[in-house]
């Protein structure tokens, strides 16, 4: 098993930034790929970021390419988003994801543990 928690979330002014944190624990490795996704109210959960372990290709949500950036710390068992130029579209619960295998996916389907969530507010 593979615990994921997220924190970084809150409220931020549009333009703003935000940098969310994910730490993973149990049984982790080294080569598992990672994944951010964002589900805002009333909508569904959708895909934002990825990034491999083993040579650290990324692949973005046309949405969020530009202004996020995945980044991950091995040696800490830590991902990261940073979000930059946030609009309140950027609303929503984030999400992080692992999976036990190699390669970019931005299917839900295609990650085998989540985190809980954290929230992120952009105002106006």
């Known amino acids: 098993q593979v615990q994921l928690v997220e924190s970084g979330g809150g409220l931020v002014q549009a333009g703003g930034s935000l940098r969310l944190s994910c730490a993973a624990s149990?049984?982790?490795?080294?080569?598992?790929?990672m994944g951010w996704f964002r589900q805002a109210p009333g909508k569904e959960r959708e895909f934002v970021a990825t990034?491999?372990?083993?040579?650290?290709?990324?692949y973005y949500a046309d949405s969020v390419k530009g202004r996020f950036t995945i980044s991950r710390d091995n040696a800490k068992n830590m991902v990261y988003l940073q979000m930059n130029g946030l609009k309140p579209e950027d609303t929503a619960v984030y999400y992080c994801?692992?999976?036990?295998?190699?390669?970019?996916?931005?299917?839900?389907?295609?990650?085998?543990?989540w985190g809980q969530g954290t929230r992120v507010t952009v105002s106006s």
């Open positions: 994801a692992s999976r036990a295998a190699y390669g970019l996916r931005i299917h839900q389907s295609d990650y085998d543990y």
């Open positions: 990034i491999t372990s083993e040579d650290i290709n990324t």
């Open positions: 149990g049984r982790t490795s080294r080569s598992y790929s």
